[in-house]
């Protein structure tokens, strides 16, 4: 009877328990979720000029700019120096429009058709085939339009590569420092409570210390007034309490329960999944320190679902010049030799059942390669950077404004969701957390 | 010289004692506690359970941490990218599908280099984007494992260098004619590298000839098949023509027969279409009068029109012989002479006289130059019955020397197949371009497998004037080579085909920019001339005719056997197909197999119940088919199809019913696909696997139709609408509800189904099951009510009886001679859904743009869903249909799923799946807006039965947009002919039906 009244009186504390884990484990989760919160909230960079303002002579610069430097800084300066190609410093008085049209869509055309110049050029830069690239009359009118401007100002040379890595200076921040800022501000708030609670232990220490003393330096205390001033903690006692116990028990039942439930949950999440390659590509060396594009390899990515991984041929447009020697670079020749593809280890796995499309996310929502795919920039081996778990996803779409800026497609949208709802308009009030946006 | 130091394993080793001795050579003494025997005796070595139970629980948990560790996945990229090919993004290519059967200009999508999915070309003035199931499913004839991996010379598997130099020389040495045996080819450049091949030979001969003839149509027109314009007919006269699912040209004659059936209320006309044949073909179902004739009074029925015709237009009339549909061949000849210049009178009748009749009454009726387009004849059939019978003659008296079949299978699909193969083992050099080792291949000496139309350049002209181009769209996935390739260098030419097709096409369209053109849009205007027909056979006078329509002979006693061509499987060059196996028939609704169509009073007469094993017997040769009682069968008739029954077709398609072909009547020069037969109960049964076994509507309306004559009068008369009681006055069911209704502010999409237009083809129910990984499940399975279509065509039967007449019992009977009327049925999309309310796991919801999601990795199989669906069109997987050698059709081998849409997922055991409005297309659309910053253009998203659909049946689209085609259908509609199945559940579908219209006279 005793018994089962004592272990009700303990019940009570149950709830306090689970209350305590629950803010515990919240408390746990924190910075990851509103690391990816910010992560995602990170607007692209790169939105797509919508047209500042200008003449349209800007725009046409501006877009060739871009252009240019997606797709033909890996191999051409617009000063007058050689990188691969030419320098394309005063092209435009060199060559006449429609030719360079020509040559810049199918180069190695023109050269069978035995064009003088094409012929001359192609032998001085060792023959080097230029690759042809889709582009519109309009996109390389830009371009050309892009090289002039740049060939007219005397300080092309020193501005062109200074804005680069600014660029990236920029994108770095969005990456990591953002998310560093959160963590550092919850850390800090840990410590400060810490703080607190100490100061607080030894305030009420030494006060109980000054009580203690005058009741003391008092002496009309009756004997067990005094005996109970003279009381030291017994440790053992609460080491016997049956209360203590069974708190101590139910933490660490709980404490088990949840290192499970988190381990089981965890099977098949790969986040930190950095698998050796067949050959060390760098990611560090490519897009961080030589800026290259991360569409000049994989194509697709604002094209296609998914972002391709590069072919060998890729490789050979800026590798038959640079660093032939290299054995890394030796395993792409040896692969192109014996008409075997590279078989790289895939690092983002998405189950079959999940349809994931690249261009919805990096054309249509403008969202950076960094945000899922973490400072990629700065990995020396690719790593799983993100949980890609559903979860994770839901958040993003739950938490990310979308970017409707100068897109037809959602003008009327936009009105009707200010007409009905004072949030912001994010991927979920577009339904992008409906099951059939992604499982079909 | 050192010692060497001896140790000992032990004591025992070292005192070496007998039990030592005894397990010496024995290291483990006792092997796995495991084994089958069981272990009674204790003392045997045999593990007991419990260690078993031990065993199976480490291994099991094993195996379980061992899957938590994924596995590693390879990214293999391309080594030299194909500049066109983007991964994940598919490419199109102008292509043509005609294999000797149906002229069809598709387009092919193909996804990272592999053709996926087949749709209609817009561009094609013949079909203008049409298709029929069988061009969409001859995509998986190209990942048929059953196909030749290269060369066959007597048997062994070859070079194509050794193979050819052999050919060469024995071709060089040959003694006799050279014949080459082909189906009809309508390609000017086939035609010309096969003239230039038999120019080397002192007798060369090119005999064509089709499984399914139409020699005697041909003689009668001139060598070709008249320029058929069903469009501008108003009054349409078939006598056995099943011209909407298989004959000559289905596709071109859909598109054309719609535009007069489609009504609307500012335009209630439609064209009246009258039918005479014997067994219910899918054109029959679509008459709105039907006459169930025999085959043997085709003659004298066609003889009455003539007539008539004659004395209402001042011709000369001839003798006929009585009919006994007087009544109806008057109403018939009336109607046809009241819509003079917009009269067409067809039939399918290989009979030279019966075709002779029909042009005269064609021309008596002026529909040369109306309903008859004169200058744009057919070619796409050439088949000449005589020259083929001369052919197995002359090999059997030996006069041929060597013989080449392509795309021919005589063996297989000639009446006289016993004397093709006699007269075979009597030619010297027989080769043979099958793509597989079919029935006349197993008997030649080299095979020189073709390749796939797909993998092959080629071209045509389907009709003078115009011209068609096939283009590879993936790289001959076999050592094969095509045919034509094969005869140049037999010939010793050194150019490839692909160079004679530019040459053909060069005086046509030019070279350069404008041959990119053609072959960038799959065909061109222009002629050649290739197919002109080079000496007719000489018609029939009427005189002629008439006397051999009088001597009949043929109507004997006894039953008359009608053979006739399924939608699907075709003369047989499609039996190895799994997708057009279990493609259900559009009127008797059985996959497949063959079987005996059976009138129900012929049934009774015999005896015999549905899957009855039946003997047919004529010609002195019998076949054994199960009975199915088919209503509209005319009496004294049986049907059975052609294309089954196949030996040598392949793993899907052999000893799958029963060969129909020798019981063709050889006639003197011609073919008839009909006899007399004897049939017998031959004992036993064989059960049929149809998808539908209820044939009723039982008096619901689940299915609306009235009348052209009731529409015209009141439009809004024609559509019952349920109206439920409330205390208020009755009411739409949508005012009581208890559920809130959706808000859609983006799209909502939206179908309507015109059942005036479904012509109950079944081409969306294969474009459904291409483009959405839909399992074929086999026969068994079928039979188990397990077949998994997202997309079913209804077909009902009207029944005699009404509830007066003895309740719901006797409506279940279909009359003698029914109405037919089809619907397509589908997951309505429901806005009040009972699925979704039931689900426990919330596997299936509602979308914010009007879908009813399916999502698969929740799902759990509890099969609630399906339960309370209403209109039953969810389909559960009782199996892993992937990987399952129990289930090996194109799902089983890595050659089959090349096929399969990578954008959707392959379902797994124990999952619901139903269709998703093609939910892969919408998101993709929409993707491709958003990425033009502009909203979706209407017709840009379409589902693939929408695609698909010959007839523009069922339309697709946002019915939030106020401009698109599904809105101003709607509105036009509401209150007329739109409605919604089972409305009176409330279940607002977003699929929208509009009623039936019959032109009943």
Known sequence: MISCKKRAKYTFLLPFLLIFFVISSAFAQTPEQSQTGTAGVTPGAETPAAGGGGAADAALIENGQTLFKNNCTQCHSVGSDVVVGPGLRDVHKRRNQAWLLKWIKNSSALIQSGDKDAVAVFNQYNKQQMPSFAFSDDELNSIIAYIKSASETPENVQSAPNEGPERAEAGKNVGTDA?????GYVDLLLVVLVVVLIVLVATLLIIAAVLKNYLKSKGDLTGAEQEMLERRTNFANIYKSKAVRVIVGLIVVVVLVDISIDKVMGIGIHQGYAPRQPIA???KLHAGDHQINCNYCHTSVYKSSSANIPSANICMNCHSQIKKESPEIQKIYRAI?????????????LPDLAYFNHSQHTKVGGVECQTCHGPIETMEVVAQYSPLTMGWCIDCHRNTPLNTEGNAYYDNLVKLHEKQSKGAFVVASNGGTECSKCHY | MQETIKYWRGVEELNNTPEFQKHAHNEFPEFLPVSEANGGDSSSPVAPRRDFLKLLGFGVAAATLASCESPVRKAIPYLHKPEEVEPGIPNWYASTYFMGDIYNPVLVKTREGRPIKIEGNNLSPITQGATHARSQASLLNLYDNNRLKGPVAKKQPTSWEKIDQEIRTRLTGVQGRVVLVSNTIISPSTKTVIREFGAQFPAFEHVTYDANSASALLRANGGVVPGYDFSKARTIVSIGADFLGTWISPVEYSKQYIVNRKVTADRPVMSRHFQFESFLSMTGANADVRIPIKPSEYSAVVAAIYNRVAAGTGGTPIQAPNTAYAKQVERAATELLASRGAALVVSDSNDPAVQTLVTAINTALGANGTTINTAVPSFVRQGDDARMLRLINDMNNGAVGAVIFYGANPVYDHPLSQQVVNGLKKVGVKISFADREDETAAHVDYICPDNHYLESWNDFEPKRGFLGLAQPTITPIFNTRQAQDSLLKWTGSTTDFYTVIQRTWS????????????????????????????????????AAAAVSINRGGRAGKGTELVIYEKVAIGAGQHTNNPWLQEMSDPTTKATWDNYVTISSAMANQLGVEQNDMLRVTANGKSIELPALIQPGQAQGTIGIAIGYGRTHAGQAGNNVGANVYPLVTV?????????????????????????????????????QESTLAKYQKDPKSVTEYVRIATPDGPQKPQKVSLWQDYEYKNHHWGMVIDLNSCIGCGTCTVSCQIENNVAVVGKQEVLNRRDMQWLRIDRYYSSDATREDGGFEKMENPSENPQVIFQPMLCQHCNHAPCETVCPVAATMHSTEGINQMVYNRCVGTRYCANNCPYKVRRFNWFNYANNEKFDYQMNNDLGKMVLNPDVTVRSRGVMEKCSFCVQRIQYGKL???????????????????????????????????????SQILKREQGERAFHVLEELNTQPNVTYLTKIRNLA
């Open chain 1, 179 to 183: 998310v560093g800022s959160v963590g």
């Open chain 2, 507 to 542: 005086g046509i369209v030019g070279g350069g920019a404008a041959w990119d053109r053609a072959v960038h849009d799959g065909l061109a205007t222009g002629t050649t001339g290739a197919n002109e027909p080079t000496a007719p056979a000489a018609p029939l006078t009427l």
């Open chain 1, 281 to 283: 590509f760098s990611h």
């Open chain 2, 667 to 703: 006639a003197g020069d011609s073919l008839i696909f009909a006899n007399n037969v004897e049939i017998a109960k031959a004992g036993g049964d064989r059960p049929i696997a149809q998808t539908q076994t209820h044939h009723t509507v039982m008096g619901r309306i689940v299915v």
């Open chain 1, 337 to 349: 030799e014996n008409n075997k593809p590279i078989e790289w280890i895939r690092v983002h796995n």
């Open chain 2, 928 to 966: 491709e807006a958003k990425k033009d910053g502009r909203r979706p253009k209407d017709g840009e998203i379409v589902t693939a039965c929408a695609q698909a659909c010959p007839t523009n049946a069922i339309i697709f689209g946002d019915m939030l947009d106020p401009n698109s085609q599904i």
